[in-house]
């Protein structure tokens, strides 16, 4: 069966390195590639439920994928809302970087 704390957990850490590591300048194809990606990402993300809830905080959530700092920072605000909405502490988003890109111990 589907272990989709193990899946987000792996996903997450993907999805904020993937963020993390985009360009800061991103041209115009890049920042609609970004875009592209994530709305099939939350076709196809194999946990149902949590694709579902994407899809709908899509619509009125738009990813800014402006550049790398931008993109991690909404990244940050909609993993918080998942961590609100399963009781789990928020995340301190200035701190992002530091979590993906430049490494601090887990
Ligand atoms: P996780 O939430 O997986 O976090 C992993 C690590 O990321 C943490 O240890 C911390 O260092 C860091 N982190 C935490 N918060 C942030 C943040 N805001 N920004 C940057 N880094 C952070 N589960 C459900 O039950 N229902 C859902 O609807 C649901 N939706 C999901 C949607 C998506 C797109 C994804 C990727 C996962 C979803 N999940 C959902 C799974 C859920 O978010 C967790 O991944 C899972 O519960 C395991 O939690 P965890 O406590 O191990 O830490």
Redesign the pocket.
Request: glycine residues 2%; contains cysteine; proline residues 5%.
């Given at each position: 069966p589907l272990d989709?704390?193990?899946?987000?957990?792996n996903?997450?850490?993907f999805?904020?390195t993937m963020a993390a590591y985009y360009p800061e300048q991103p041209s115009a194809e890049q920042q609609s590639n970004m875009t592209q990606f994530i709305s099939l990402f939350?076709q196809f993300?194999p946990?149902h439920?949590?694709?579902s809830?994407?899809r709908e905080d899509l619509k009125t959530n738009i990813p800014d994928v402006r550049s790398n700092t931008k993109l991690s920072q909404w990244?940050?605000?909609?993993?918080?809302s998942?961590?609100v909405?399963?009781g789990?502490v928020?995340?301190d988003?200035s701190k992002?970087l530091e979590?993906?890109r430049d490494g601090w111990e887990?």
């Amino acid at each position: 069966p589907l272990d989709s704390e193990l899946l987000g957990r792996n996903t997450w850490a993907f999805l904020h390195t993937m963020a993390a590591y985009y360009p800061e300048q991103p041209s115009a194809e890049q920042q609609s590639n970004m875009t592209q990606f994530i709305s099939l990402f939350s076709q196809f993300y194999p946990c149902h439920k949590c694709a579902s809830h994407l899809r709908e905080d899509l619509k009125t959530n738009i990813p800014d994928v402006r550049s790398n700092t931008k993109l991690s920072q909404w990244f940050c605000e909609l993993h918080n809302s998942v961590n609100v909405r399963l009781g789990k502490v928020e995340f301190d988003c200035s701190k992002v970087l530091e979590r993906w890109r430049d490494g601090w111990e887990d």
